[in-house]
């Protein structure tokens, strides 16, 4: 990470899911030098986050207009963020077990019953499970 590194969170909307635009979007990243991660969204959409020098972001974004050839994009909203340590913000905590909590024979909490019920609840940018590659 250098001083001129941007970061931009960008969030892609039309047929892009089911498409290869993940695995081309980290493909057309790496190729670029770019740093990040791409992952489906429950939505339908595909949302990224790159790190790198502002031309080559800005590169990246414009592959993100068109994607791979099977893909419709219809829209490309783009945040940039302030610059952090992207290893850091990539982090998985493990869940920390709260004393006093009970669980049942199975090991859940009793909010993974209330978690698993809620499950169409979610927000729509919530990430789909085993759908977030990093780059």
């Not at 993940?22 to 791409?38: D, I, N, T």
């Amino acid at each position: 990470m250098s001083v001129a590194d941007v970061r931009l969170q960008i969030r892609v909307r039309g047929r892009v899911q089911g498409v290869f635009y993940r695995a081309s979007a980290r493909k057309s990243a790496l190729g670029l030098g770019l740093r990040g991660w791409v992952r489906n969204c429950r939505d339908g959409s595909v949302e990224a986050l790159v790190v790198g020098p502002r031309d080559r972001a800005d590169e990246f974004v414009e592959w993100c207009h068109s994607g791979p050839p099977a893909s419709i994009v219809e829209a490309v909203e783009t945040v940039e963020m302030a610059v952090i340590d992207l290893e850091r913000s990539n982090e998985h905590t493990a869940r920390r077990k709260t004393p006093g909590r009970a669980e049942d024979p199975e090991g859940k909490s009793p909010d993974d019953n209330t978690r698993e019920s809620q499950h169409e609840t979610r927000d729509a940018d919530e990430p789909l499970k085993g759908f977030h590659v990093r780059f």
